[in-house]
């Protein structure tokens, strides 16, 4: 079956990190929305006279949210359609919370239920101060707005999303990413992605 994995969570947790650790064990089209859409979105933001990094503001929640995740799923559904594993890397909360978007992106690719191995991995931090530190040092003028923001994220480091998919329980994987990543954590997540049993690590 091909592996379709989604590594969901709020900003600094880690989900990059953690979708590139598996990808050195399970080969996969690599579809982090921030890559997908973050230079067009910045790039209309700063159009309309708003902050190019701030993804809080109505007017992209209104016409440019959308488009990001609309585009990912597009390719996602591209690289699925030719026989591709892939991760996704993103909170996806609204299409977490839809039942049927899931079974769209399937069917889009010419796939059944029965092709597609879906995971779910919410990555998230048991320690706030970790979550803020990891986020300073990655150095990216896009997180300059979540710093200035700060109460806003740190009520949600360990935030785990509502999933409405019509997937197992035994699908979806909370991972505290506290702490450098071990081999041992590492092979219980490619476990949990080649279908062993974990439901928390």
Request: glycine residues 6%; charged residues 30%.
């Amino acid at each position: 079956m091909q592996k379709l994995v989604f590594f969901v969570g709020v900003a600094g947790t880690g989900k990059t990190t953690v979708a590139r650790k598996l990808s050195e064990r399970i080969p996969a089209a690599f579809l982090d929305r921030d890559t997908v859409g973050g230079r067009f979105v910045e790039a209309m933001l700063e159009i309309n006279g708003l902050d190019k990094n701030d993804r809080d503001s109505d007017f992209y929640k209104q016409n440019l949210r959308d488009l990001e995740y609309d585009t990912t799923k597009d390719i996602c559904i591209e690289n699925l359609a030719a026989g591709q594993n892939v991760f996704m890397i993103s909170p996806f909360t609204a299409e977490l919370k839809n039942r049927v978007w899931i079974e769209e992106v399937i069917t889009s690719a010419g796939l059944t239920k029965d092709q597609v191995n879906v995971k779910v991995i919410v990555v998230t931090l048991e320690n706030i101060e970790l979550q803020k530190n990891r986020i300073i040092g990655r150095q990216t003028e896009r997180d300059q707005w979540k710093l200035d923001h700060w109460s806003h994220f740190e009520k949600r480091v360990a935030f785990v999303p509502e999933i409405n998919w019509d997937i197992p329980q035994s699908s979806i994987l909370v991972y505290d990413n506290s702490g450098e990543m071990s081999g041992e954590q590492v092979e219980t997540l490619y476990q949990f992605v080649t279908d062993k049993t974990v439901t928390k690590v």
